[in-house]
Nanobody, 125 residues
């Protein structure tokens, strides 16, 4: 069974930065696109960013464009989310996810098959 484990969350002041990591195992990582989603209390899960299998294509939600950067290391089987200029509205549990093998990096959560357990990001004002 595919395993995705997020890390790097925490408490940060507005304007600060965090880097999330998602370590993948039990899969041929380079054959999977990857995505990051988030869910704030009382809100629906929303797309944050996704990346193609090679890392050559990336996609972002408008709310994070220019502040967040998704990247991947296909040797370390890890996908990253660098988050800069954080805002209180970025507070959420962040999840990494993988769609079916060889799929494109979509922006809809329903297109993703495997999910991590999530990591909490809290941005104080």
């Amino acid at each position: 069974q595919v395993q995705l484990v997020e890390s790097g969350g925490g408490l940060v002041q507005a304007g600060g930065s965090l880097r999330l990591s998602c370590a993948a195992s039990r899969l041929t990582f380079s054959t999977y696109a990857m995505g990051w989603f988030r869910q704030a209390p009382g809100k629906e899960r929303e797309f944050v960013a996704s990346i193609s299998r090679s890392g050559g294509s990336t996609y972002y939600a408008d709310s994070v464009k220019g502040r967040f950067t998704i990247s991947r290391d296909n040797v370390k089987n890890t996908v990253y989310l660098q988050m800069n200029s954080l805002k209180p509205e970025d507070t959420a549990v962040y999840y990494c996810a993988a769609p079916p093998r060889y799929s494109d990096p979509g922006i809809q959560g329903m297109g993703y098959t495997y999910w991590g357990q999530g990591t909490q990001v809290t941005v104080s004002s």
